[in-house]
């Protein structure tokens, strides 16, 4: 569908209640369904939680981003169970709520982007996604078909990765952007708001940033999909299943 259709035409926007999931019709034939990571189908203004909806997820491990401190955030509870030192190196006080917003107002990596990698949200995507394919708490039924949405956040802003994959890049040799002066002109104006301005206004645009700037981004961005495929290669060879 286009995002049009289904009534989830821009963030902030939820999906309306009548629409049906897919995941609900393959839970209803007989599949065990999970989800791990960002499903955003609904606004999550704050700390609020994000809407759920009738889904037909058995397994739902949801995380809006890595730093959105709602109660729903299911990658925050894992970190502070089995990273406490990082957790605390991130949210050094507990009700700390510049930090909601930080990962739209930076220019370039908060402190959870830089990480360890084992303790990276790509990581627990992977690890998460592990978990429910291999069945470690013995809930699928034997031969019981299965389906999961395993959503990396990455790549996406802020920008910025564990040291071991940003050092794999270096900034001055990645070609910049090709653009030139006054081609927004003949677009239309929305093109321009998010070059000055991105999400409303809520995050930066792309004026915002110096050549500099640009060039960690885009070194950043390279270090970020690296992991992730890393992360994916890991998870394929963790699998227990022979196909």
């Known amino acids: 569908m286009y995002a049009r259709n289904p009534g989830l035409w821009a963030n902030g926007v939820s999906m309306p209640d009548h629409r049906k999931m897919f995941t609900r019709v393959l839970a209803d034939a007989g599949y065990d369904c999970g ?15 994000e809407k759920r909806f009738d889904d037909g997820y058995r397994f739902f491990e949801s995380a809006h981003d890595p730093i959105h401190r709602s109660p729903q955030n299911a990658y925050l509870r894992w970190l502070k169970k089995n990273h406490p030192s990082v957790y605390i190196n991130v ?8 930090n909601a917003e930080a990962g739209n107002k930076s220019r370039g990596a908060t402190p959870m982007d830089v990480v ?3 303790a990276y949200f790509s990581h627990w995507v992977a690890d998460r996604a592990i978990h429910f394919i ?25 920008f910025g990765a564990p040291e071991e994959f ?12 090709v653009h030139a002066k006054g081609e927004l002109d003949s677009k239309p104006d929305v093109q321009t ?3 000055e301005k991105s999400m409303g206004g809520n995050a930066l ?3 915002d940033y ?29 699998f227990k299943l022979s196909n």
């Open 116 to 118: 360890p990698v084992e």
């Open 193 to 195: 708001l998010y070059s």
């Open 91 to 98: 949210f050094p006080t507990e009700g700390d709520a510049d």
């Open 205 to 207: 645009g792309f004026l």
């Open 166 to 177: 940003r050092t794999m890049f270096d900034a001055d040799t990645i070609p910049g952007p």
């Open 35 to 49: 989800m791990v990571g960002k499903q955003h189908l609904s606004a999550c203004v704050g700390w609020q939680t």
């Open 210 to 238: 110096s050549e500099e700037e640009i060039k960690e981004v885009r070194a950043s961005y390279y270090a970020m999909i690296a992991m992730v495929d890393q992360e994916v290669r890991i998870a394929a060879n963790g």
């Open 134 to 158: 291999n069945d470690e708490e013995g809930a699928r039924e034997t031969d019981q078909p299965f389906f999961l949405i395993a959503n990396f956040f990455d790549p996406h802003h802020p």
